[in-house]
């Protein structure tokens, strides 16, 4: 379902992604792992068609390789990107709407989407009208997931969603993505929570300084020395 093969990326003139290959099949929950300034969001936002590759190919699902965001939306893919992005201003129901119309353009299925996500996301449903800046952090998380959702994207591409949440939300957030995986959604799951990832993740790859170190079975990679190495020394 996504398919990088040989991608690099630079900031200027400055090399970021080298020559990074990583494949998602469908029906995976794949997680992709790596300190801080690693190049995690960099190669989401490539993935996503916000970064042009300087060499090498994104394939996402059967269309054509490097697409912009739009087209890449359209083919079914939900996005929640670092920092959850809500347009702050806006309320919980019109971030839902964007979210919508990015995969299923204005289609009229919005009322039954929203439907769906209340009974996921009781909490979401309670909130609907309040202007997103306002939630807290564990609220906007779930919103964030909950407009990457409401298009039923066959694929979800995820960016440290866990990022900033107590504990107790983190759990709740790895059962729900485990959930949706088991109903059939393909994930790419980006984490610097290794431990979490590698428990619902079936395999990983690991990034350092731009390229890929390390790519397993997530039981293998729990014992790894380059992920104990890069994680915990
Ligand atoms: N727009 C940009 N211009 C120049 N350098 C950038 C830009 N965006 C990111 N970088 C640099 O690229 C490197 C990788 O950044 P990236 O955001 O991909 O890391 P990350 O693995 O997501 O880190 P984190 O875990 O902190 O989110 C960092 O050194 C960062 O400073
Ligand atoms: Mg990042």
Same mark, same amino acid.
């Given at each position: 379902?996504?398919?990088?093969?040989?991608?690099?990326?630079?900031?200027? !003139?400055?090399?970021?992604?080298?020559?990074? !290959?990583?494949?998602?099949?469908?029906?995976?929950?794949?997680?992709?792992?790596?300190?801080?300034? %690693?190049?995690?969001?960099?190669?989401?936002?490539?993935?996503?068609?916000?970064?042009?590759?300087?060499?090498?190919?994104?394939?996402?699902?059967? %269309?054509?390789?490097?697409?912009?965001?739009?087209?890449?939306?359209?083919?079914?893919?939900?996005?929640?990107?670092?920092?959850?992005?809500?347009?702050?201003?806006?309320?919980?129901?019109?971030?839902? +709407?964007?979210?919508?119309? %990015?995969?299923?353009?204005?289609? !009229?299925?919005?009322?039954?989407?929203?439907?769906?996500?209340?009974?996921?996301?009781? +909490?979401?449903?309670?909130?609907?009208?309040?202007?997103?800046?306002?939630? !807290?952090?564990g609220e906007q998380a779930m919103v964030a997931l909950a407009r990457a959702l409401i298009g039923r994207p066959k694929l979800l591409i995820m960016d440290e969603p866990s990022l900033g949440l107590a504990p107790k939300l983190i759990s709740e957030y790895f059962r729900i993505v485990k959930r949706l995986h088991a109903d059939g959604a393909t994930v790419l799951l980006i984490e610097q929570n290794a431990e979490m990832a590698l428990r619902i993740a079936q395999r990983g790859y690991v990034l350092s300084r731009g390229a890929v170190v390390a790519a397993d079975a997530a039981a293998a990679l729990r014992q790894s020395s380059v992920v104990r190495h890069l994680y915990f020394s």
């Open positions: 379902m996504i398919e990088l093969n040989g991608v690099s990326t630079r900031y200027g !003139s400055v090399p970021m992604l080298r020559d990074v !290959s990583l494949r998602v099949g469908a029906g995976e929950l794949v997680c992709l792992l790596g300190p801080n300034g %690693a190049g995690k969001t960099t190669l989401f936002k490539t993935v996503a068609g916000l970064i042009r590759p300087t060499a090498g190919a994104v394939q996402i699902m059967d %269309a054509a390789p490097n697409l912009r965001t739009e087209r890449i939306a359209r083919l079914g893919v939900g996005f929640v990107p670092e920092n959850r992005r809500l347009f702050a201003g806006l309320t919980v129901a019109q971030n839902l +709407r964007l979210g919508y119309e %990015a995969v299923c353009g204005s289609g !009229s299925g919005f009322a039954g989407g929203l439907q769906e996500i209340g009974r996921l996301f009781p +909490r979401v449903q309670e909130r609907l009208d309040q202007v997103a800046g306002t939630l !807290s952090g």
